[in-house]
């Protein structure tokens, strides 16, 4: 999945980059379903993610395949309550939206890309990582307004390629709120 995403980047071309309809955005990640860990710890992390899309894929067609990049500061709490750990990094994927109306759309994403885990658990080695993340949502657009609200569900998978021990990654569901605006047609 990492490659497939790393190819489609390079395949984007400047002029399909400067005749696109671009957005930026923030959205929040709230955990709902998370990971149990041996040590009796549940591994809870909230996401504060930042979008922003390169480039439609299929400029002009009914429905869109957006590339977009998407840094992300993550806070882990654990359950019961222990010492607070962070994640931070940038996944690149890509998002497809049904258009269902000029004003409703489904979306679909992939998305994989490097972090760092401050935390030592059982399952996983803390330090570099990667995290990928496949997602469904809603996007609803507010008029003519430029701006997106996004509900949208998220499955997150967490580990490092075998590059350290122990290495069995983390698991979380998420439930994602949050908006985008666009920032022209160029």
């Known amino acids: 999945m990492r490659q497939l995403i790393i190819l489609a980047s390079f395949f984007i071309s400047s002029n399909l980059l ?80 049904l258009n269902l109306s000029g004003q409703t759309a489904i979306i679909a994403a992939v998305g994989s890309g490097p972090h760092y885990i401050s935390a030592e658990t059982p399952k996983q080695a803390k330090g570099f990582i990667f995290s990928d993340n496949f997602t469904l949502g809603l996007r609803q657009a507010l008029g003519n307004s430029g701006t997106d609200l996004h509900l949208r569900a998220r ?19 998420f439930l994602i709120f949050g908006a985008t605006k666009e920032i022209g047609n160029h």
């Open 18 to 97: 400067s005749q696109t309809q671009r957005s930026i955005g923030i959205h929040l990640g709230i955990p709902i379903i998370n990971e149990k860990l041996a040590d009796g710890f549940e591994y809870r992390p909230f996401q504060l993610l930042f979008y922003y899309n390169f480039t439609n894929l299929l400029k002009g067609k009914k429905n869109d395949l957006f590339v977009y990049l998407e840094p992300q500061l993550v806070w882990v709490h654990f359950s019961p309550k222990r010492k607070k750990e962070f994640e931070f990094g940038a996944n690149l994927g890509l998002e497809y939206r």
């Open 155 to 173: 499955f997150r998978h967490i580990s490092n390629a075998n590059l350290k021990k122990p290495n069995n990654g983390i698991d979380s569901w």
